[in-house]
């Protein structure tokens, strides 16, 4: 059954630095984000994709956030300068046209 | 933001019974609804929807139960096996938007 990947599993970097998350969605699939979860605090979404722009974001989704699907299969999330606050788990999720969201593992982002 | 609801944290339920898991929502403009399953450590697996011109999904052991005057839905699990014990979320969509708002989650621990 084909499944969301994401990459790393879990990445540390110190405060500041620029980090990007990779994932890879469903071949099939047309909609594409990224959502994240602090610590003992609820899922929320930060970003959604569709046809190589985005469709929607959140307000945590600032300046500082970017996203990207530099090629066919790809669908990454850039954070240019981390803040201890970012620290999280990250999840990418896709979907076809129905409104189910298959998600990924998750990328554990530790900023320290 | 406490538009999706599970006022339960957490629930034990014996193998072989039923599990019942609630959520309420306050936002009359929702038009679906998921469960989604999570173990430690994973991305949320998607179990189970419902359209709000629905009043029950179900598939196999797990049935969702949408009462719409009551903004509430709920998942019930039967029969419940140990395997089933994981943290679930309910999400909800509307057609105005894209992303999926998650409620707490409830843990559920099935117990022999």
């Known amino acids: 059954e084909p499944e969301v990947t994401q990459t790393p599993s879990h990445q540390v970097t110190q405060m500041g630095q620029e980090v990007i998350l990779r994932c890879v969605p469903i071949?099939?699939?047309?909609?594409f984000y990224w959502y994240r979860q602090i610590l003992g605090q609820k899922v929320e979404f930060l970003v959604s994709?569709?046809?190589?722009?985005?469709?929607?974001k959140s307000e945590i989704f600032d300046d500082q956030f970017s996203v990207e699907r530099p090629d066919g299969s790809n669908f990454t999330l850039k954070i240019r300068s981390t803040k201890l606050e970012d620290s999280a788990m990250y999840f990418c999720?896709?979907?076809?046209?129905?409104?189910?969201?298959?998600f990924g593992p998750g990328t554990r982002l530790t900023v320290t | 933001d406490q538009q999706v609801k599970q006022n339960s944290p957490s629930l034990s339920v014996q193998e072989g019974r039923i599990s019942i898991l609630n959520c309420d929502y306050t936002n009359s403009m929702f038009d679906y609804f998921l469960w989604y399953k999570k173990y430690p450590a994973e991305g949320p697996t998607f179990l189970i929807s419902i359209s709000s011109i629905k009043d029950k999904n179900e598939d196999g052991r797990f049935t969702v139960f949408l009462n719409k005057s009551a903004k509430h839905l709920s998942l019930h699990i039967v029969p419940s096996q140990p395997g089933d014990s994981a943290v679930y979320f309910c999400a909800a969509s509307a057609t105005y938007t894209d992303k999926l708002i998650f409620g707490t989650g409830t843990r559920l621990q099935v117990f022999p």
């Open positions: 994709f569709y046809n190589n722009e985005i469709s929607e």
């Open positions: 999720a896709s979907r076809k046209a129905s409104y189910e969201q298959y």
């Open positions: 071949s099939n699939h047309l909609y």
